[in-house]
């Protein structure tokens, strides 16, 4: 492992340090589970199987956060070279071909996490045809999800659910990525206009004046008249949800750099200015920017870590070249505070890569536990550190 220090130069050994806390982690998940998946949240650190729901057993494959675990197998292999995390991974990939073959919990638009993470990674790091069959597969699935007028993706559930109907949300950023793929893969120019509509969308609508953003926002499915924005685990509709702020900063970057639409580019920087004025002293924000230091409000260390991932890309895609270095500062600041605060004393502590994440407040799910996606996005963050050439699977 080589890494690039940040402007300061004081924090490289940290991030190889890291690393291997991390890859050890990893390593003992692989013996906990084998090829059963682990539920979205630890339970007081340490993470238990996937609950059984209908005909999808205990450790089975279902929900959207899945393959946060393959892509972590991905990363690993690609850090180390070690083939014992590259055939687990594959492992997984097998069940996602599996899953999307059988119609299996397929009802969300996270399918473009789901088979971004296994099965389009399995294709750009081997030329897996098996698994770029099932990502285009996935990829037709989520296009089952597009609607016309609206011109946006629905999120959740099934289509003819009223209280579904015309919803997006603005995770959906990073869901794109698997379109974009199928089009390249393709040529089917049906796949980039429903990505170049659906972000044009949410620029448009999910993005506040101020910079902030809607967790969630609704579109009349007929017409595709703009109807409302809310939220569903930000404190309240018109706060602005950190992990979702986070999301517009990572997605809205990606998005700009497949489509060229400037606004984007823009919408992103707004996203991180916005992000980064609302963080406490530590650089790690409460789980929703409402609240600020002094606050008892728990912390969301996954949002922290999908910025950082967000503000390296948008310095990959920054025109301006003062700016691209603050966002590379900033992302360098944010992840030494993840190391240094939100990681267990010892590797050995916890089955997550970093502690003190927040799912979902408002339901009282997952608060104040590591989560898949935290770790996931804190060892993309690492990688992207250690090794800036790399490429990645979105």
Not at 185 to 197: I, K, L, M, N, S
Not at 305 to 315: D, H, K, Q, R
Request: proline share 4%.
């Amino acid at each position: 492992m080589t890494s690039t220090s940040p402007a300061s130069g004081t924090r490289a050994p940290r991030v190889d340090d890291a690393i291997a806390d991390a890859l050890s982690t990893i390593r003992r998940n692989i013996a906990k589970f084998g090829p059963a998946y682990p539920d979205d949240t630890t339970v007081d650190d340490r993470y238990e199987l996937r609950p059984a729901e209908g005909n999808i057993p205990l450790g089975g494959n279902r929900g959207w956060t899945t393959s946060f675990r393959t892509g972590m197998l991905w990363l690993a292999w690609e850090l180390t070279g070690d083939e014992d995390y590259r055939e687990a991974a594959k492992v997984d990939v097998a069940d996602f071909e599996r899953r999307v073959r059988a119609e299996e919990d397929l009802d969300t638009h996270d399918l473009g996490f789901l088979y971004t993470l296994s099965t389009v990674a399995s294709w750009r790091l081997g030329a897996d045809e098996a698994a770029r069959d099932a990502s285009l597969l996935a990829a037709d699935h989520l296009m089952r999800r597009f609607l016309e007028p609206a011109g946006i993706i629905q999120a959740w559930g099934d289509l003819s659910d009223p209280a579904q109907r015309g919803r997006t949300i603005i995770d959906s950023l990073m869901n794109m990525p698997l379109l974009t793929w199928a089009g390249e893969q393709t040529g089917e120019a049906r796949f980039d206009d429903a990505v170049r509509r659906h972000t044009a969308q949410l620029r448009e609508h999910i993005l506040r004046a101020d910079d902030s953003t809607f967790h969630t926002f609704y579109w009349d499915a007929e017409t595709g008249e703009p109807l409302r924005g809310g939220t569903e685990q930000g404190a309240a509709d018109e706060s602005c949800w950190a992990r979702g702020q986070a999301w517009g900063i990572y997605g809205f970057a990606m998005n700009y750099a497949v489509t060229g639409d400037e606004r984007l580019l823009e919408a992103s920087r707004r996203c991180a200015d916005y992000f980064l004025r609302h963080l406490p002293a530590d650089d790690v924000p409460f789980w929703d920017l409402v609240y600020t230091d002094g606050s008892d409000a728990p912390r969301d260390s996954s949002a922290a870590a999908i910025a950082v991932c967000g503000l390296i890309e948008l310095a990959s895609v920054e025109v301006d070249a003062a700016r691209a270095a603050e966002w590379i500062d900033r992302a360098h600041a944010i992840l030494a505070s993840l190391i240094a605060n939100y990681t267990p004393a010892s590797a050995e502590d916890s089955d997550a890569l970093i502690l003190h994440s927040v799912y979902d407040l408002p339901k009282g799910n997952g608060v104040d536990e590591g989560t898949l996606w935290g770790d996931y996005f804190y060892l993309e963050a690492l990688m992207r550190v250690a090794n800036p050439d790399w490429k990645k699977y979105w």
